[in-house]
């Protein structure tokens, strides 16, 4: 397929992810603006992602766990089962995000019957972990071992997002307590809030990188990496090193503004690695009522000046490539 940067792969899905399948298809899934459900679609090429029908396979409760802000959903397949980790919070306490697990009965995860199973699980002894604001898990293996990477707040609403990590016992439940990879420490990460999240992997000659997503959700959203040797101790934080600066941010001349929380996938040819990334076209997000949960009980001025009900982050693209140390080059091109 021709990469084409500034034009949506798929339209109004933020926080996109693509996972190519042994089947040979993608499998995509992201956050829907009404943030109310989880769907799915696949496609035999990536350009076909943008019209191919797509499958409720969940939708939220009307109380409790996992009845508001249904957040960026990952699809991933783990020991030969299908398995999709996303964030909700509860019509009660909207702010109260934690991650939870489905699982796919079947090897069909657009037609085979998707089962709750609650909550991801804390290691024994960890009296840490998804016990505040926990959002934007992924996963990853290296070495013979799965790890769970993921964002939370510790301290409340207003606190720092970081990004922790730690090694899994099972799809459902962490073997290690949790490790803090990075914290906002530059100035590009703190903009309106301090945030690192929307962690994601990609391999490259011995090395792995950890992308992830900094400030404010608006047209100041950037990406910078965590980058560490495949053969160190990843749950060490000497292990690890952040870039000084952002590696994607907002380009005006190119109409991308707010690029961020990231997947990696490959291209039809299986060697290409791809960024799949959600970015506006223009600088002022405005909240738009329709897709705001009745629920809301704020006023329409309010609303209106709230970016996350603004449903255009569409799904883009574009090919990584490798600068002479061997490092990811995040371009627009």
Request: net charge negative; with cysteine; hydrophobic share 35%.
């Amino acid at each position: 397929m021709t990469i084409q940067t500034n034009s949506p792969l798929v339209e109004q899905r933020a926080d996109p992810f693509v996972h190519k399948h042994n089947d040979g298809f993608y499998y995509f899934t992201g956050s829907v603006p009404t943030y109310d459900r989880i769907e799915l679609r696949k496609s035999k090429t990536l350009a076909g992602l943008k019209d191919a029908e797509t499958v409720d396979i969940w939708f939220k409760h009307e109380s409790g766990p996992m009845s508001r802000h249904i957040w960026a959903p990952e699809i991933h397949y783990l020991d030969g089962k299908w398995y999709i980790y996303f964030a909700a919070s509860e019509e009660g306490d909207i702010w109260a995000l934690r991650p939870y697990v489905l699982e796919c009965k079947g090897q069909d995860p657009l037609n085979d019957e998707w089962v709750e199973l609650g909550m991801m699980q804390a290691a024994e002894g960890d009296d840490k972990s998804f016990t505040d604001f926990s959002l934007d898990a992924t996963i990853f293996e290296n070495n013979g071992k799965r790890y769970f990477c993921w964002a939370e707040k510790t301290g409340g609403q207003f606190a720092a997002s970081n990004l922790y990590l730690a090694e899994m016992e099972s799809p459902i439940k962490l073997k290690t307590v949790q490790f803090m990879l990075t914290t906002p420490d530059y100035d590009w990460e703190r903009v309106d809030f301090w945030v690192n999240e929307g962690p994601a992997v990609l391999k490259h000659n011995g090395k792995i990188f950890i992308a992830f997503s900094a400030s404010a959700t608006g047209a100041c959203y950037c990406m910078g990496y965590m980058e560490a040797d495949e053969n160190d101790d990843l749950l060490d934080r000497n292990s690890w090193t952040k870039t000084r600066m952002p590696v994607l941010e907002t380009d005006v001349d190119k109409k991308i503004f707010g690029p961020g929380h990231n997947c990696f996938t490959v291209a039809e040819d299986d060697v290409t690695p791809l960024c799949i990334y959600h970015a506006r076209d223009y600088e002022d997000a405005v909240g738009e009522p329709s897709v705001v949960p009745k629920t809301d009980t704020r006023s329409l001025a309010e609303i209106i000046k709230d970016p996350l009900y603004d449903p255009n982050r569409h799904a883009r693209v574009f090919a990584v490539k490798y600068d002479e140390n061997d490092r990811p080059v995040f371009e627009l091109y």
